[in-house]
Nanobody, 126 residues
């Protein structure tokens, strides 16, 4: 099991930027896909972005494509989510997640992620 701790959330005006970080410990970081999900009040948790074990293949939900960038630093066991051009509809608790099984590929399936962080709040004001 891997422990995940997110940071970097906060309050930002529409059009602004934030960078979320997720520090991993307790298990080998490289070799596993990583992902970001979010949950807005009254809504189900939804996929935001994922990245494969090496960082060579990122993937994004259509709602954030072109605005968000996922990256990872395997040497420092950290995954990032850079969020630009933020919109009020991006307001949510953002969760970092680690895949359960070693794989070359990323995954979008929430069921493939076995470890989750506690979440960090992102609030975008209009």
């Amino acid at each position: 099991q891997v422990q995940l701790v997110e940071s970097g959330g906060g309050l930002v005006q529409a059009g602004g930027s934030l960078r979320l970080s997720c520090a991993a410990s307790g298990r080998t970081f490289s070799g596993y896909a990583m992902g970001w999900f979010r949950q807005a009040p009254g809504k189900e948790r939804e996929y935001v972005a994922a990245i494969n074990w090496s960082g060579s293949t990122p993937d994004y939900a259509d709602s954030v494509k072109g605005r968000f960038t996922i990256s990872r630093d395997n040497a420092n066991n950290t995954v990032y989510l850079r969020m630009n051009s933020l919109k009020p509809e991006d307001t949510a608790v953002y969760y970092c997640a680690a895949a359960t099984r070693r794989s070359y590929f990323y995954t979008r399936r929430e069921a493939d992620f076995g470890s989750w962080g506690q979440g960090t709040q992102v609030t975008v004001s209009s």
